[in-house]
Structures are given as structure tokens and as C-alpha cells.
């Protein structure tokens, strides 16, 4: 079934590299998403609590 | 065991800030996982900000001598692998709406049409997405990979094969025959069939 002789099948190679250039795209498309502003301030909310609970834990 | 910076005095500047303040410098990329993963960016949002919530808490666990964006990244796919073990009806049918949308041929101007491959991306399992991202785009080794995935190396790398495999087949590309070799009915059935069968 899996029959990985890849060095000699170029064209095999060739589809991998663009699928590689494909996902990479995937992926920094992915990091181009404008970040929300929920996670600032949730980070800033978990600082500030974490700033009056200190010593206090669970 | 609040850690408050100076507690615990490390010899290693690197090593004695608080990895917490890294967070937020990581969540583009964590973000870029999720979504990549989910293919759904409210979806995507959940699940940073479920991880962050985790990071935050779980922060005395993290050894700040490793990779902040692995150990961030596995908490994120394990918080959707148990959330999707739980709504896997849900995803089922969504993955069925994808894959009734695809049954047009791939452009064979040679190259892959982007949009193609995000369709056929779109209908991999998570596990396939999820392999891909992580040693083909994300620049993780597969070793990082396979300790991220809690799996051996040897099967991060026959699920990046199957799942680049996959992915041709769902593009209509037969790997042994050449990039661009014309669709028939079989391939077409196999891109129909396949979306519910994907693994």
C-alpha cells in the first residue's frame, strides 16, 4: 500500500513541493487573520486577577 | 505557588521571566494553528482562547527550557480532539455540506489552483490537516510533531504521506501518473465518496 520510493518519482516530488508551498500558504493566510481583541484583554483580565489573588491560589 | 518574577532567582534571564508574558507574542501562530486545523475561525477563536485560559493556569507545568509554541499548540489540539470527540455528529455533517460543493474539475493551467487545494484541504480529516500544518508549514520537525501528537515519529510520517496522498486524490491528481492527469467518473465518485470515509 505504501509504496515510498519518492527520490525516484520526480513527479511525485514535484506535487509534494506544491503541496508544501500550498500549505504553507494555508497557514500564513492563516496568521494574516486580524487578531480579535478578546484575547488582549483576556490576557490583561488573567494579569489583573492573578495581580489581586496573589498568595490566594485555588 | 503564585509565581511572582523573583521568587525563584535563576542564574539564566531567559529562564527566570515568566513564560506568561510570552503568551500573548504566541498567539498569532497559535491562532494560525487553530484555524488551520478547524477551518472555522469562530471556531478557532474558542479554542485559543480555551488554551489560554489552560497556559495560564497550568503555566508551573510548562519548562520554560522548551518550546512555548509546542506546548501551547498541544494543549490547543488536545482541548479540540476531547471537544470534537463530543460533537462529532456535528462535524460529520458539515464535512458533508464541503464535500457536496466538490465536484468541479482541478484548473490544469500547471500549478495547483490555491482554491483547489484549500477545498481539498478543507475536506481532509483533522488528523490529516492537523499532521500537514504541523511538519509542512509550521516548521515543527517531525519529531516535535510526533511528541506534540503523543505518537511515534515513524507515524507522524505515514500520516503526512497518507495525508498528502489524500489530498491529491481529492485535488483528482494521481501521484504515479503525473500532476495533471484528466479526471473520470472514478476519481469523481472517490472525491464524493471519500469526504464521509476520510482518515
Known amino acids: 500500500m505504501s509504496s515510498d520510493r519518492e527520490e525516484d518519482m520526480p513527479r511525485r516530488q514535484a506535487l509534494r513541493a506544491q503541496i508544501d508551498e500550498n500549505l504553507k500558504r494555508v497557514y500564513s493566510d492563516a496568521l494574516k487573520e486580524e487578531l480579535p481583541d478578546r484575547f488582549r484583554d483576556l490576557l490583561a483580565q488573567l494579569k489583573a486577577k492573578d495581580g489581586t489573588a496573589a498568595g490566594g491560589g485555588s | 505557588m503564585t509565581a511572582t518574577a523573583g521568587t525563584r532567582p535563576d542564574p539564566l534571564s531567559d529562564l527566570s521571566e515568566d513564560p506568561r508574558d510570552r503568551l500573548a ?4 501562530r497559535l491562532r494560525a494553528f487553530a484555524i488551520s486545523l478547524t477551518r472555522d475561525v469562530s471556531r478557532a477563536d474558542d479554542l485559543v482562547q480555551e488554551t489560554i485560559l489552560k497556559a495560564w493556569s497550568n503555566i508551573d507545568k510548562f519548562d520554560p527550557r522548551t518550546n512555548l509554541d509546542a506546548w501551547l499548540f498541544t494543549i490547543l489540539r488536545n482541548t479540540f480532539y ?3 470527540r463530543k460533537t462529532r455528529r456535528e462535524v460529520q455533517d458539515s464535512d458533508g455540506t464541503f464535500a457536496a460543493g466538490l465536484s468541479e474539475k482541478p484548473a490544469h ?4 489552483a490555491f482554491k483547489d487545494f484549500q477545498r481539498a484541504f ?5 488528523e490529516h490537516r492537523e499532521v500537514l500544518i504541523l511538519v509542512g508549514a509550521s516548521g515543527f520537525s517531525c519529531e516535535e510533531a510526533a511528541e506534540m501528537m503523543g505518537v511515534a515519529v515513524g507515524t507522524v510520517k505515514s500520516r503526512a504521506s497518507r495525508a498528502r496522498k489524500r489530498l491529491a486524490e481529492l485535488m483528482h ?5 503525473g500532476l495533471f492527469s484528466g479526471t473520470d467518473g472514478a476519481t469523481q465518485a472517490v472525491v464524493l465518496g471519500g469526504a464521509a470515509a476520510a482518515r
Open chain 2, 25 to 28: 507574542g504566541a498567539i498569532p
Open chain 2, 82 to 84: 476531547s471537544g470534537l
Open chain 2, 109 to 112: 493551467d500547471g500549478r495547483l
Open chain 2, 122 to 126: 478543507d475536506q481532509l480529516s483533522p
Open chain 2, 173 to 177: 491528481l494521481e501521484e504515479g501518473e
